[in-house]
């Protein structure tokens, strides 16, 4: 890799003052678990390093004043897996924590860190870029694209956002709180991930010289969760598929539905057909499998990924029924 400068900050106010207004002006360090393979593989080269492990602003898991809870940007996977009452009450989040299998990937990877990855596309770990564009062209259009996107590829972005954590917290309405320079705002999960529409943009709504610094999750009282993955390996793999879903009942009835779906566009997407399709209906095989025809109404397909209909498809349904056993 390239050699680069490294700083070891204390505290919040620290980090953020050692950030650039560039990207290549300075990368953020908790796990590592991708920055790492990125710089080794002169796909992404900062000038300096910027170390966030003993920042303690962005540690722990709490509960907040209205009920919710709060989860430091720097908790890791591990972290996350051991407390049993966020296990309980967002069961969606718990099973996508559990679908990285990894133990290495458990104890150094952290929640932050797995909503800010880089793209799996090996178009961009390739060096082709984010958009894997030649002369003006798509080399995924017509290349290897069996684990590109199904979904939301209407613009030139046909890599897959690689979040495990995405779609559930899209799914359990969560809220990130994120720090610059200039003070905090928060974003909602879902308007956190983007689609870049040119190599300068990110797929993340970040700039620069901003951090991400912990997750909010409203009260879970009244709902129920589940994420259901498809995954060729259980072992160190990204899933083919995800359905992460939450619902509100009402006498047996779904009052309030929200579906993401993962790996199948590059940001977690809203399945928002299939909501509407749920309401006022009971949990039952027929009517998990109407909801999940209705996700993957608008899919287009490429030349190679049209096994990931089905396979989301399968996983919204999936993961509707388990939610309610």
């Given at each position: 890799?390239?050699?680069?400068?490294?700083?070891?900050?204390?505290?919040?106010?620290?980090?953020?003052?050692?950030?650039?207004?560039?990207?290549?002006?300075?990368?953020?360090?908790?796990?590592?678990?991708?920055?790492?393979?990125?710089?080794?593989?002169?796909?992404?080269?900062?000038?300096?390093?910027?170390?966030?492990?003993?920042?303690?602003?962005?540690?722990?898991?709490?509960?907040?004043?209205?009920?919710?809870?709060?989860?430091?940007?720097?908790?890791t996977i591990d972290e996350l897996l051991k407390n049993r009452i966020l296990g309980e009450e967002f069961p969606a989040l718990r099973m996508a924590a559990k679908g990285i299998t990894s133990p290495q990937m458990?104890?150094?990877?952290?929640?932050?860190?797995?909503?800010?990855?880089?793209?799996?596309?090996?178009?961009?770990?390739?060096?082709?870029?984010?958009?894997?564009?030649?002369?003006?062209?798509?080399?995924?259009?017509?290349?290897?694209?069996?684990?590109?996107?199904?979904?939301?590829?209407?613009?030139?972005?046909?890599?897959?956002?690689?979040?495990?954590?995405?779609?559930?917290?899209?799914?359990?309405?969560?809220?990130?709180?994120?720090?610059?320079?200039?003070?905090?705002?928060?974003?909602?999960?879902?308007?956190?991930?983007?689609?870049?529409?040119?190599?300068?943009?990110?797929?993340?709504?970040?700039?620069?010289?901003?951090?991400?610094?912990?997750?909010?999750?409203?009260?879970?009282?009244?709902?129920?969760?589940?994420?259901?993955?498809?995954?060729?390996?259980?072992?160190?793999?990204?899933?083919?598929?995800?359905?992460?879903?939450?619902?509100?009942?009402?006498?047996?009835?779904?009052?309030?539905?929200?579906?993401?779906?993962?790996?199948?566009?590059?940001?977690?997407?809203?399945?928002?057909?299939?909501?509407?399709?749920?309401?006022?209906?009971?949990?039952?095989?027929?009517?998990?499998?109407?909801?999940?025809?209705?996700?993957?109404?608008?899919?287009?397909?490429?030349?190679?990924?049209?096994?990931?209909?089905q396979l989301a498809k399968t996983a919204v349904k999936r993961a509707l029924l388990a939610a309610k056993a």
């Amino acid at each position: 890799m390239e050699a680069f400068a490294y700083a070891n900050p204390t505290s919040l106010k620290e980090a953020i003052a050692s950030l650039g207004t560039n990207w290549d002006d300075a990368a953020i360090l908790a796990g590592g678990t991708d920055l790492i393979t990125l710089m080794k593989q002169y796909v992404y080269s900062p000038k300096k390093v910027v170390n966030i492990k003993g920042i303690k602003e962005l540690k722990g898991i709490e509960r907040t004043g209205d009920g919710g809870f709060r989860i430091g940007a720097a908790v890791t996977i591990d972290e996350l897996l051991k407390n049993r009452i966020l296990g309980e009450e967002f069961p969606a989040l718990r099973m996508a924590a559990k679908g990285i299998t990894s133990p290495q990937m458990r104890h150094m990877g952290t929640v932050g860190g797995d909503l800010c990855q880089r793209p799996r596309c090996w178009y961009f770990r390739n060096g082709f870029g984010l958009l894997a564009l030649k002369d003006g062209k798509s080399l995924v259009a017509d290349g290897e694209n069996q684990y590109h996107a199904i979904l939301g590829h209407n613009g030139k972005a046909f890599f897959v956002s690689a979040s495990s954590f995405g779609p559930a917290l899209v799914a359990c309405g969560a809220k990130l709180k994120i720090a610059s320079p200039s003070g905090e705002r928060e974003v909602s999960a879902e308007d956190f991930f983007r689609i870049p529409a040119s190599e300068t943009e990110r797929e993340v709504d970040l700039k620069p010289n901003e951090i991400l610094t912990e997750i909010l999750l409203p009260v879970s009282r009244g709902t129920i969760s589940s994420t259901y993955e498809v995954r060729q390996r259980e072992v160190f793999d990204w899933p083919l598929a995800t359905a992460s879903v939450m619902l509100r009942m009402s006498g047996g009835k779904v009052s309030e539905a929200r579906i993401a779906l993962g790996h199948v566009a590059p940001k977690p997407w809203r399945a928002t057909a299939a909501e509407q399709a749920l309401k006022g209906q009971t949990i039952n095989e027929e009517t998990a499998g109407k909801a999940g025809e209705a996700a993957v109404a608008g899919a287009q397909p490429l030349s190679q990924n049209g096994y990931k209909v089905q396979l989301a498809k399968t996983a919204v349904k999936r993961a509707l029924l388990a939610a309610k056993a």
